[in-house]
């Protein structure tokens, strides 16, 4: 029995590291190359080889056996990032406690998700797909690629990213937990000491398993702590191995888990909607948090009432990186056009405006050394577009991903479902309905009477 | 002597910015001589020159306009004027905080509820409104949502104290036509029921149809015999104005196969006055659409397909493929906060076939013809209401910005509580101390 199941260990290991996702070759010939982080280039060509940028220059030879892509007129941005989402998730929230980093998105992917395409379509090549907001320390999540074709969830995994979890403060968990099933956090007072006492658990936690760790080898009576999923997850946290992203609107929250964070020496933190994070810039900018928004989104519920559309750009202009994300199959189809919008909202510059969408929601997911930007030895990631990528014009023509075209808008079929769903009636109509009262955070937290209409979807 | 001038000078700073934060900025109506400034009409062609506002009218436009004296004159080197663009479907003023529903004015209970107005629920003070007009959006029809005949929408300009003074002289009534379409994932009800309670829900709008031509009949009678006077039936009264022609039907009707049978419905009843509004699988029958004759108010068009196995752009291209087909059309963006996004909504539909001068259409003359109002909205002619702005350029393009504003003749301060949080906190005082 014993040899067998070393053998199989062994066969799963092989095929592990076999499961390498597939790269490409092409050269993307004499567009305007916008590197977002190293100016913009006229007449420029972007080689990409195996996978990787290998150079960016005019007039390079095509290397034999490289595709070429003649951009010519038209516009070469780095492949856009999404620091928000919860599309290719088949659930979104575990609901069940204000604690839950003992689950994880990352054992739900969902590699047939149409809208991985769609978005894929509006340029996007790199998203963080998200546990919901529901609870204070909700699950972990996992940053993906938009590797559409694969049946194989593992495909979509972004190796070597950093690991990342939701944290929630504000309505959602007090509306989940508080109001739905009457336990803390009914407040933001309960929210702050949720968060405290998960961390303090988990220093104790840690504590026993050092012990433990001292004295087994000479103590055969020693015992570990129970082993305990949730425990782990909020001590990696600690040890600054896990990103916090956390869904917060408004700026009271904001400078609170700032405190706790500080209190626990916790440094890698990045706000999520953060729409009164432009109250509180100095101070995120102090502490060195992200802030991830959304370009205009407001009044949907009472805690983003006191918001401003130039959100972005103040936070931005106080030192803030910050980003622009989708929290939408929507939005996320036109993330180029929302980055712009904060040139009409506070007159940011191209590359500021275009750093939200790519170089800083890189940094916000610890992958700024492999993409966000077109630099050698960056991973080929790449958007063309037939106009500027700011202008309400412009048409996404082409997404590459790891030097392999995902989306091609002059080739691509009308339909590009990989497999109908039976249970998702292939010729049944939807009406979109978009956001009119949430964001999408709460997705399958409630079971709402009226969720047959799709009012209370989120 | 220095110190003293000093002094001298402080006061006169804070005299000054006492008087600059003392005063709320109001609209004012006056005399107004944009000039220098590049015209877009919108219906005839492209102008230099000098646009006049007078008695809240369009004086005089073009380049042999003299500047009366006593006119404030605005400079617009530079700046484009075009008319203040129309929403053809929103429910702004009709809400202020989404979740919060008794902050909700748009959705009555019942099914049949067409006498609900929505201009007496519009909230003149909602913080939306100069969030949107700032943004050049002047205008929008503010629409009851919900139920069979959720009750009539209203045209209502952005300015204003009370709802009468910003309505803009157009109601209809809402008609969610019955549709046999799921509403999302979550809709398990299998092809049966639907189709069940399809025609059940069909059957009632015809039986409330029957039932006001009835009522009209008698009302019409009681005209000439008082003694036919019918009872209090506010409901049958408001669907009889539709039946004889005096106001206009608005038909909400999205899913392909709906459309069809809501043209067929529309031509049966011969309903005098109708516009298709959503119109989301629109190109799908396009040609239909046109053959009927039947104005679209289409939108939003920032959206998702409809169907999985849609091509993703047909939310983008739809407008545009029903323009080419022949069908009248406007854009709306069924939104309450986020009105302001309109141009853009407008100018994804540009990019994907419908043209940069029919999508400005789309939201300016167009809406105003299909309302019935395009003697006072829509382009800039003399003799319309002075509803326009000027812009640093194409007001479809997102990073283009609004400089001057009138809607009505009312000159319009520039200025929102986004406005308003951006300049109290781009540079905080006190920042965070180092």
């Known amino acids: 029995m014993k040899p067998f199941l070393s053998i199989l260990f062994l066969l799963v290991l092989a095929w592990a590291g076999n499961a390498q996702p597939a790269t490409g070759s092409l050269l993307i010939k004499n567009g305007t190359v916008l590197t977002v982080t190293k100016g913009t280039f ?111 969830p593992e495909d979509l995994r972004m190796q070597g990213a950093p690991r990342t979890i939701k944290f929630a403060l504000g309505e959602n968990p007090m509306r989940s937990h508080g109001e739905g099933n009457g336990i803390v956090p009914r407040t933001r007072m309960g929210v702050e000491q949720v968060i405290r006492r998960a961390f ?30 949730r425990m782990e997850t909020l001590a990696e946290i600690l040890k600054g191995n896990i990103i916090i992203h956390c869904h917060s609107y408004r700026a009271d929250e904001i400078l609170m888990l700032m405190n706790v964070c500080r209190d626990y020496g916790v440094k890698r933190l990045c706000f999520q909607h953060t729409n009164e994070g432009f109250k509180v810039a100095p101070e995120l900018a102090a502490f060195g948090a992200g802030a991830s928004v959304f370009a205009d989104w407001w009044a949907y519920k009472f805690e983003v009432y006191y918001s401003t559309a130039y959100n972005a750009a103040i936070m931005t202009k106080n030192g803030v990186v910050t980003s622009i994300n989708s929290d939408s199959e929507e939005l996320i189809r036109h993330l180029y056009h929302e980055a712009a919008k904060t040139q009409r909202y506070g007159g940011l510059t191209d590359d500021e405006a275009l750093a939200l969408i790519t170089i800083n929601s890189a940094k916000q997911l610890g992958i700024d050394q492999r993409v966000g930007s077109l630099e050698v030895g960056k991973d080929g990631d790449v958007a063309i577009f037939n106009a500027h990528p700011l202008s309400v014009y412009a048409i996404p023509m082409m997404t590459i991903v790891d030097g392999i075209v995902r989306f091609d808008r002059a080739k691509d079929a009308d339909d590009q479902r990989m497999q109908v769903d039976p249970e998702k009636a292939e010729t049944a109509f939807f009406l979109a309905q978009e956001h009119k009262n949430a964001d999408h955070c709460l997705e399958d937290a409630f079971d709402f009477a009226n969720e047959l209409f799709g009012f209370e979807r989120e | 002597m220095k110190f003293k001038f000093g002094y001298i000078t402080l006061f006169l700073c804070w005299a ?10 109001k609209p004012v109506k006056g005399t107004f001589a944009l000039t220098n400034a590049t015209i877009e009409t919108v219906t005839k062609g492209t102008l230099t020159g000098t646009l006049l506002i007078r008695d809240g009218k369009i004086a005089a436009l073009g380049s042999n306009v003299t500047v009366p004296a006593g006119a404030t004159v605005i400079d617009c080197q530079g700046l484009t004027l075009y008319p203040g663009m129309i929403d053809g479907g929103t429910q702004l003023g009709l809400g202020e905080v989404g979740s919060i529903s008794l902050t909700q004015d748009a959705d009555e209970i019942g099914d049949i509820t067409p006498h609900m107005e929505a201009l007496t629920a519009v909230n003149p003070n909602a913080t939306a409104i100069p969030v949107t007009r700032v943004e050049g959006v002047t205008t929008v029809l503010s629409v ?39 509403r999302g994932f979550r809709d398990q009800r299998t092809d049966e ?59 909400e009707v999205n899913k392909a196969s709906d459309i069809e049978l809501a043209i067929k419905w529309t031509q049966e009843k011969k309903v005098p006055k109708v516009a298709f509004t959503g119109v989301a699988e629109g190109w799908r029958v396009a040609d239909q659409l046109a053959k009927a004759g039947i104005p679209v108010i289409t939108g939003p068009v ?93 007001p479809l393009e997102t990073k283009t910005k609004i400089m001057h504003l009138f809607i009505d003749g009312y000159q319009i301060p520039l200025d929102s509580r986004h406005i308003q949080l951006y300049h109290e906190f781009l540079n905080r005082t006190p920042g965070v101390r180092k």
């Open chain 1, 42 to 152: 006229e007449n420029t060509d972007v080689l990409v080889v195996d996978g990787k940028i290998k150079q960016i220059g005019k007039n390079i030879r095509t290397p034999q056996g490289v595709t070429e892509i003649d951009a010519t007129g038209k516009f070469v941005m780095p492949g856009i990032l999404d620091a928000h989402s919860h599309i290719a998730l088949d659930v979104v929230n575990e609901a069940t406690r204000p604690v839950t980093s003992d689950v994880w998105v990352g054992d739900a992917l969902d590699p047939l998700d149409i809208s991985i395409y769609r978005a894929l379509a509006g340029g996007v090549t790199t998203i963080h797909a998200m546990h919901g907001s529901a609870n204070a320390i909700g699950g972990e999540c996992e940053t993906i690629k938009l590797r559409y074709g694969t049946y194989d």
């Open chain 1, 200 to 229: 303090s658990e988990a220093q104790e936690y840690m504590a026993a398993k050092d012990k433990y760790n001292a004295v087994k080898a000479t103590d055969p009576t020693a015992l570990p702590p129970t082993f305990n999923r």
């Open chain 2, 16 to 25: 000054v910015a006492n008087s600059l934060f003392a005063q709320v900025e």
């Open chain 2, 144 to 182: 009851p949502q919900n139920g069979l005949l959720p009750g009539t929408a209203s045209l209502i300009n952005l300015v204003g104290y009370t709802p009468d003074q910003m309505y803009a002289g157009f109601k209809g009534v809402v008609l969610n036509f019955p549709t046999a379409g799921r």
């Open chain 2, 193 to 251: 029921e639907l189709k069940k309670e399809t025609e059940k829900a069909l059957k009632k709008l015809n039986d409330i149809w029957d039932q006001a031509k009835f009522y009209n009949e008698v009302a019409m009678a009681a005209q000439k015999d008082a003694s036919m006077k019918p009872p209090y039936n506010p409901e049958m009264a408001r669907v009889a104005q539709v039946l004889n022609g005096e106001m206009m039907l608005l038909v």
């Open chain 2, 302 to 394: 920032q959206a998702m397909p409809t169907r999985t196995s849609d091509r993703y752009d047909k939310p983008y291209s739809n407008a545009g493929l029903m323009h080419k087909a022949g069908v009248k059309v406007a854009i709306r963006t069924d939104q309450t906060e986020n009105v302001r996004n309109l141009p853009f909504h407008a100018g994804f539909a540009a990019a994907y076939g419908l043209g940069k001068e029919q999508a400005l259409k789309a939201v300016t003359i167009v809406p105003a013809e299909i309302f019935g109002v395009a003697d006072k909205l829509g382009s800039l002619e003399v003799g319309k209401n002075a509803t326009l702005f000027a812009s640093t350029g194409d």
